[in-house]
């Protein structure tokens, strides 16, 4: 199981990136996807989530209207839209799946993890 995360970098307030999450190793269409982020200082936190079986979404309210989290199955990717960004969104974001949670599952559960990719949000 593999998941890469990218797509991160400096951005300034009110700009937009789109991160994707490459996976291998597993099948897309049976287990979640989670985006997570972590702020220096910061706990770990769940940003959204697409679930396996017809894709239902999920969002933390900080983000909702602004953020959008899609999936490619011919690409394997699963994408994070963020629009609008403030420096409230600066940390590194993180992709993971798990075998056993599902969206809504606190972080320290999700067992496969992408490597992290910082984004900042600065003018």
């Known amino acids: 199981v593999q998941l890469q995360a990218s797509g991160g970098g400096l951005v300034q307030p009110g700009g937009s990136l789109r991160l994707p999450c490459a996976t291998s190793?597993?099948?897309?269409?049976?287990?979640?996807i989670a985006w997570f982020r972590q702020a220096p200082g910061k706990e770990r936190e769940g940003v959204s989530c697409i679930s396996a079986s017809g894709g239902a979404t999920s969002y933390v309210d900080s983000v909702k209207g602004r953020f959008t989290i899609s999936r490619d199955f011919s690409k394997r990717t699963v994408y994070l839209q963020m629009n609008n960004l403030s420096p409230e969104d600066t940390a590194i974001y993180y992709c993971?799946?798990?075998?056993?949670?599902?969206?809504?599952?606190?972080?320290?559960?999700?067992?496969?993890w992408g490597q992290g990719t910082l984004v900042t949000v600065s003018s």
């Open positions: 993971a799946t798990d075998f056993q949670s599902t969206c809504g599952s606190i972080w320290y559960r999700w067992a496969y």
């Open positions: 190793g597993f099948n897309l269409h049976h287990y979640p």
